[in-house]
């Protein structure tokens, strides 16, 4: 029997993932995964900063972020041009701020009594240590959207 007289074997699962990567098509649906995880980590970093009073002026930065690196994955689904640079811009800069809030949750942590000592206790009443490590997975996915193939 030729190969063209196989009959079709339907693709399922991870085959279905792997056979998208290879020919391209999951960069787009990346790239528009990383705009909609935007908009929910900004909304949700709002609501929690706004909780603290924007205390510090940086909570604003991880606010305003997300909707640029929104603009950029939507931007990044239609036009090849924008996936390869305004998304991996956008996606750096919160990966970046991402860091940067690891960094300042942590110092929050450190300033409350008791610090690191009294590390269980000020993790659930202080400022969320890992939380800023998620908003730095969205920046991740729009990194890994920028260097994946274009379908064609």
Do not use: C
């Amino acid at each position: 029997m030729k190969k063209s007289q196989l009959p079709a074997v339907p693709v399922h699962g991870v085959d279905r993932l792997v056979r998208n990567v290879e020919t391209g098509r999951f960069e787009r649906s990346l790239s528009g995964l990383t705009a909609v995880g935007a908009l929910v980590t900004a909304a949700e970093i709002y609501f929690e900063h706004d909780k603290a009073s924007f205390g510090n002026k940086m909570m604003w930065l991880p606010v305003a972020l997300g909707p640029v690196a929104a603009a950029a994955g939507v931007a990044g689904v239609f036009s090849r041009r924008m996936a390869k640079t305004a998304l991996p811009l956008a996606s750096a800069a919160i990966v970046a701020n991402g860091l940067q809030g690891t960094y300042l949750h942590a110092r929050g942590i450190a300033q409350k009594p008791g610090g690191f000592s009294n590390l269980r206790y000020n993790m659930e009443m202080g400022p969320p240590l890992l939380a800023p490590l998620l908003v730095t997975m969205v920046g991740g996915m729009g990194l890994l959207a920028a260097v994946l193939r274009r379908e064609k």
